[in-house]
């Protein structure tokens, strides 16, 4: 069949959420066509998307990407060999033969089938984006590397921060999913949800299914962490674009990718740690009280700094609360220890 290529890998696109680069289960690092959508499937979570192909069957995801995203031409033709092992990509000139499973073995019938579909709250997709960057990746702490779905609210924790957004997320019960599977998710124009026995589905106008697994281990009260109050401060104007210059750089810390934001007397201090650099900007601020430290991702900060938000500094933590497109929330980090100006995190051997 011919494609327009870049239609076609905006619909591949859709799907690479469901990827894994190493086989967790069975073709978790493929595509699989049925000739009505493509599919990927990590264990964790399920894409499916529309797509009409003439051919059954999986093959590598990463081999198919690659040779769409580097040739330049409008059109390619997506084929099966007379053979049936091989998918066939040709444009212009060229012809590249990849590896091709006829047989689906993805296990896609654990994945219920959505039925009753309802449409997403307003608040949803920004509630997604700030607490999937709040949970732990450690797996020793199983329940605080998932997002907490409850009807009243959506929170999440990972034994240092907090944020909860409060609004009607249309849940009958509550529910955990991964944050890992739920990151980028604010991204993909979700207007539809679903919740089946053991999987939360989105949909979206493009018609992507997404579905990621729910457990159903009763999460930890974190009320105690609600409704703080201290002594209030503000932080500067201004330090939106300093949060962006410095972000790439954080990120370098796979494992910690957060600015530190110091308080003193007069002064506020923003700085972004990588392997290769350190960015520092110092703010003047109306804050008179004791010096004071805490970290949270970049995306995070940019909340804090909105004009919607106010702030509190309490004995062990820092408080931010406030309401805008995530609904009203709520965000607790405790007091960090102090890095020394110039120290950098070893780099890994």
């Known amino acids: 069949m011919k494609y327009n290529r870049e239609e076609l890998l905006k619909l591949l696109a859709l799907a690479k959420p469901g990827l894994s680069s190493r086989d967790f289960v069975e073709q978790s690092s493929c595509f699989a066509f049925d000739g009505k959508y493509v599919f990927t499937f990590n264990d964790e979570v399920a894409c499916r998307v529309p797509l009409k192909t003439a051919f059954r069957g999986a093959v590598k995801s990463a081999s198919l990407l690659s040779i769409l995203e580097k040739v330049e031409d409008n059109e390619v033709v997506v084929q099966l060999s007379k053979t049936g092992k091989q998918l066939i990509v040709r444009t212009k000139g060229r012809r590249l033969q990849l590896a091709f499973e006829s047989e689906i073995r993805m296990p896609l019938e654990a994945v219920e089938t959505p039925k009753e579909w309802k449409s997403l709250p307003r608040y949803f997709d920004d509630a997604i984006r700030m607490c999937a960057s709040c949970v732990t990746s450690d797996e020793s702490k199983f329940k605080f590397t998932c997002v907490h779905l409850h009807p009243k609210h959506i929170e999440a924790c990972d034994n240092y921060k907090f944020v909860r957004c409060r609004f009607k997320t249309g849940l009958r019960v509550p529910i955990l999913v991964r944050g890992s599977a739920l990151a980028g998710v604010h991204e993909m124009g979700f207007n539809e949800m679903c919740v089946t026995k053991l999987w939360l589905h989105l949909r979206n106008s493009e018609g992507l299914?997404?579905?990621?697994?729910?457990?159903?281990?009763e999460y930890p009260s974190l009320d105690k962490f609600s409704g703080l109050s201290g002594e209030p401060f503000s932080l500067p104007k201004g330090l939106e674009v300093d949060v962006d210059l410095c972000e790439g750089l954080v990120k370098e810390r796979e494992a910690s990718p957060?600015?530190?934001?110091?308080?003193?007397?007069?002064?506020?201090?923003?700085?972004?740690?990588?392997?290769?650099?350190?960015?520092?900007?110092?703010?003047?601020?109306?804050?008179?009280?004791?010096?004071?430290?805490?970290?949270?991702?970049?995306?995070?900060v940019r909340d804090l700094l909105s004009g919607n938000s106010d702030a509190q500094l309490c004995d062990n933590s820092v408080v931010f609360s406030g309401s805008g497109s995530a609904g009203k929330w709520e965000f607790v980090t405790m007091l960090a220890k102090k890095l020394g100006r110039d120290e950098m995190p070893d780099t890994p051997e």
Do not use: N, W
């Not at 299914?209 to 281990?217: A, D, G, I, K, N």
């Not at 201090?269 to 350190?278: C, D, Q, Y």
């Open 209 to 217: 299914v997404f579905s990621c697994r729910r457990f159903l281990e």
């Open 258 to 300: 957060f600015l530190e934001i110091e308080l003193e007397p007069r002064k506020l201090t923003l700085r972004g740690v990588g392997m290769s650099g350190i960015f520092t900007r110092v703010a003047r601020t109306t804050y008179t009280g004791k010096p004071a430290l805490f970290s949270a991702r970049p995306s995070l």
